[in-house]
Nanobody, 115 residues
Framework: VQLVESGGGLVEAGGSLRLSCAAS????????MAWYRQGPGKQRELVAT???????HYVSSVKGRFSISRDNAKNVLYLQMNSLKPEDTAVYYC??????????WGQGTQVTVSS
């Protein structure tokens, strides 16, 4: 299984970015997938999840601003991020959940929001 994140960058507060997570060796459509993030000096935190049936869940700090989705045909997971805030600055990771102890994290994609 390989998950490769992309789409991060530097954006001004209030701007938007769309992150992508290309999956190989697994089908996103039948797994629960998640986006996590780790800000500078902070612990990694769960941002959003999407189940196989399409049900989504968001941490309260991003609700209404972020949207998780997937393209089953392309086997790609997305995170649309709007109205970005400086506190959204972090490295963002995608993963299947639940995670196994043997699961490693990808390289992530850096999102930097300037004030």
């Amino acid at each position: 299984v390989q998950l490769v994140e992309s789409g991060g960058g530097l954006v001004e507060a209030g701007g938007s970015l769309r992150l992508s997570c290309a999956a190989s060796g697994m089908m996103l459509s039948i797994n629960t997938m998640a986006w996590y993030r780790q800000g500078p000096g902070k612990q990694r935190e769960l941002v959003a999840t999407i189940r196989g049936d399409g049900y989504t869940h968001y941490v309260s700090s991003v609700k209404g601003r972020f949207s998780i989705s997937r393209d089953n045909a392309k086997n790609v997971l997305y995170l649309q991020m709007n109205s970005l805030k400086p506190e959204d600055t972090a490295v963002y990771y995608c993963t299947k959940i639940p995670r196994l102890l043997s699961d490693s994290w990808g390289q992530g994609t850096q999102v930097t929001v300037s004030s």
